[in-house]
């Protein structure tokens, strides 16, 4: 049984860019939960989704930041217009009920 | 309230002893309470978790205490091991699929 794979392990982009995550969830799990991990911080929430909604964004800025995670395929967390303020690591989490089994991340480095 | 704080930020520790790392909560709706491991370059693993209903549980050499009238809860290494050294979160969150609150992390290093 694969565990949460996200893709692509790291990620550079310049100022301006679009940056786009990938999360595939454990097999069997309809849950999945985006955050965000600043350097020597701990994980903060961005988003809580199931298959085709959105259940709790309340973490995620208003603003550039978008996320979903369609019938078929993985979800996906994209950032537009990316500044050097969003360098972080993405970690997506899945769920099929209270444990979050988290994926490898994502490093996100903006130039 | 969401906040978790969470105690030391670092701990050097001998091998062989125990490492004991802190968490305080806010949030009384809080009734899970994970715990999560994470080495460089990856991403954190679940450890161990714990409910308010009993106040302590074990697993292998990791023992988690809770003190739910505090709001404290806290996890014991023992027989520490060089490949414990890692970092270590403490997390929260009211049961049924919900966000969870992470501490700010502890550094733990275990040294021969």
């Known amino acids: 049984n694969a565990g949460v794979m996200q893709n692509p392990r790291h990620l550079v982009r310049r100022r301006g860019q679009e940056a786009r995550l990938r999360c595939s969830p454990m097999?069997?799990?309809?849950?999945v939960y985006w955050y965000r991990q600043l350097p020597e911080e701990g994980l903060k929430f961005m988003v809580y989704?199931?298959?085709?909604?959105?259940?709790?964004e309340s973490g995620m800025p208003k603003e550039r930041f978008s996320a979903e995670f369609p019938k078929e395929g993985p979800s996906i967390l994209r950032i537009q217009q990316v500044v050097r303020g969003d360098s972080a690591a993405y970690f997506c989490?899945?769920?099929?009920?209270?444990?979050?089994?988290f994926g490898p991340g994502t490093r996100l480095t903006v130039l | 309230q969401q906040q978790v704080k969470q105690s030391p930020q670092s701990l050097i520790v001998q091998k062989g002893g125990i490492s004991i790392i802190n968490c305080a909560y806010e949030n009384t709706a809080f009734d899970y309470f994970p715990w999560y491991q994470q080495f460089p370059g990856k991403g954190p693993a679940l450890l161990i978790a714990?409910?308010?209903?009993?106040s302590e549980k074990k697993e292998g050499r990791f023992t988690i205490s809770f003190n739910k009238s505090a709001k404290q809860f806290s996890l014991h290494i023992m027989d520490s091991q060089p490949g414990d050294s890692a970092t270590y979160f403490c997390a929260a969150c009211v049961s049924g699929n919900t966000p969870l609150v992470f501490g700010k992390g502890t550094r733990l290093s275990v040294i021969a």
């Open positions: 989704l199931q298959k085709e909604n959105i259940i709790d």
């Open positions: 097999k069997g799990h309809s849950h």
């Open positions: 714990i409910r308010p209903d009993v």
């Open positions: 989490a899945s769920s099929p009920e209270n444990e979050q089994f």
